[in-house]
């Protein structure tokens, strides 16, 4: 792929990692077409679209994804959630997403999965890309099922996937157990960038960390994207090492999926 894109979307442009991509993503396409169901700021240029869109809405994901060379998927619930809040936009949604992709003939997207895809396996336990799934709440379900929709539209139809497991992104590390997981906006745009422009990708699983001193992530079987994390949350140890312990039975010290093994039900 060239290494700017006419037209890329994304999705979830009002969220949290959104208003970050919104700005760190531009030097990659000549239009960032930016979508979310909440408010966003207007289009600042000709570089901008701003297409409001309800995932649980097929005509208009439709109607969102005509045009676009590829597409960032960062949209839908972020956070554990009841099943029915879920269902809308992270499974209905990605569905809705791809087909559209299939439609319009797009090729590569970049998926926003998550660490809650293995969110049940402990800390001490070393993971790669290929140990099977234990979502850790209906989100991570959700973010399990748009991995298998990113295999399947590739087995069937050719569309190429990048599945990105985030870690935490955050501007820094919140507790002990970010300081495994943690990865930096700069990480994540690269690793995006990586996502859209390396070519014959297939659908890659790859999880989204930046070179923190205890990892329990393995991403040799992506090793083809050339994603090389510059950040680390090595700096951060002393101010997050303040806080009060965290009790042993607490899940934040004994999950990978930390509290979010333990929410619901609803």
């Known amino acids: 792929m060239a290494k700017e894109l006419g037209r890329l979307l994304l999705t979830g442009a009002a969220g949290g990692l959104g208003k970050v991509l919104r700005e760190s993503l531009k030097p990659s396409a000549a239009v960032l077409r930016l979508s979310d169901i909440a408010g966003m700021a207007p289009a600042s240029g000709e570089n901008e679209e701003v297409v409001p869109c309800d995932l649980a809405d097929k005509a208009a994901v439709d109607a969102l994804v005509r045009g676009c060379d590829a597409i960032a998927h960062f949209g839908g619930v972020s956070v554990e959630r009841p099943f029915e809040e879920v269902l809308e936009a992270n499974i209905k949604g990605t569905f809705h997403l791809y087909e559209a992709a299939r439609r319009h003939g797009v090729k590569r997207v970049v998926f926003a999965s998550s660490n809650h895809v293995i969110g049940f396996y402990r800390q001490d336990e070393p993971l790669d890309a290929h140990v099977a799934r234990r979502p850790d709440g209906y989100y991570g379900l959700s973010k399990s099922f748009g991995e298998d929709l990113a295999q399947f539209y590739f087995d069937r139809w050719g569309i190429e ?69 510059q950040d680390g949350s090595e700096v951060f140890r002393a101010q997050v090492e303040a806080q009060p312990p965290v009790a042993p039975n607490d899940p934040n010290a004994i999950y990978q999926g930390g509290a979010f093994t333990a929410q619901g039900p609803f």
Not at 192 to 202: A, G, Q, R, W
């Open 161 to 229: 996937t990048v599945s990105i497991r985030i870690g935490s992104s955050f501007p820094a590390p919140l507790n002990r157990r970010m300081m495994s997981t943690w990865l930096s906006y700069r990480d994540l745009t690269t690793l995006i960038e990586k996502s859209l422009f390396t070519p014959d990708v297939k659908h890659t699983v790859v999880y989204g960390m930046s070179a923190n001193r205890d990892l329990w992530w393995d991403n040799a079987a992506a090793a083809h994207l050339g994603f090389v994390p």
